[in-house]
């Protein structure tokens, strides 16, 4: 059939564009981290973290962006060289309680405002109508996401979307991307797995492990990445640049 058995798909930037919900979840993370600052963000700031959220791999890094260009860091040298551990340190936290807070950002507000906090986030087009189109049928689609597996969850069931509980593999599963497509290999044909994800370090992270030589990597034109990214995927004979059009379309047609 010229496709994968089991489609591997990040969530944020291929799946839901979440960027007011990033921004919103992070400033109010950050005040928490930083009591005093005033409740409205700067002038500027949402669209400087909006052109920055390529940088960012896990959540915690969010409010950490927020306190760098707080500080005065240009965006143009945090670009060129994002270093989200010094930046943590400057602010004086830690990954897992800055990561915990933003948790706990999201639990509560989804608690105050569920219809609020679901309509912060909206996903691509044709992409809740393609993963439609697979259900029931012979590829196994995986989501794999460096957020808490259970709020990828809720967004996709409001779509009608319910994949198995094995199926969206969250920050909770503590491992990376990489040690979950081996894991979803086992040992079987690792050209049966296709990977869809936005951010090109990451590909290029599962790129290095032999084990996973195989398995065919599509960098998401359309999520969080820049111009540079996807013109070092387009030099890459590894990595394919994938547009959301192909997206939709049979699986034949990302690979021609
Ligand atoms: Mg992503």
Request: aromatic share 8%; proline share 7%; with cysteine.
């Amino acid at each position: 059939m010229g496709g994968p058995a089991i489609l591997a798909l990040d969530f944020d930037g291929v799946l839901c564009d979440g960027i007011r919900e990033y921004f919103e979840s992070a400033w109010r993370t950050y005040r928490r981290l930083r009591p005093g600052t005033p409740p409205a963000p700067p002038r500027g700031l949402v669209e400087r973290f909006a052109r920055l959220r390529p940088l960012v791999e896990s959540g915690w890094e969010m409010p950490v962006l927020i306190h760098a260009l707080r500080a005065g860091a240009s965006p143009a040298s945090l670009a060129r060289d994002w270093r989200p551990d010094a930046w943590l340190t400057d602010l004086g936290g830690a990954r897992e309680p800055v990561a915990a807070e933003l948790d706990r950002v999201r639990e509560e507000w989804i608690g105050e405002d569920e219809a609020g906090w679901l309509a912060s986030h909206g996903f691509y087009p044709g992409v809740i109508e393609r993963l439609r189109g697979l259900a029931g049928g012979p590829v196994r689609v995986v989501v794999l996401t460096t957020k808490e597996g259970r709020f990828a969850r809720m967004l996709l069931a409001r779509q009608g979307l319910t994949l198995g509980a094995a199926d969206v593999c969250g920050k909770e599963a503590r491992r990376p991307k990489r040690t979950i497509l081996l894991e979803l290999i086992a040992g079987g044909d690792a050209a049966r797995v296709w990977f869809v994800e936005d951010r090109l370090r990451t590909l290029q992270d599962v790129a290095r492990e032999p084990g996973l030589a195989g398995v065919r990597l599509f960098l998401a034109t359309w999520g969080y990445n820049t111009a540079a990214d996807r013109a070092a995927a387009r030099r890459d004979g590894r990595i394919l640049p994938l547009t959301l059009a192909r997206f939709a379309r049979d699986f034949p047609r990302w690979i021609t």
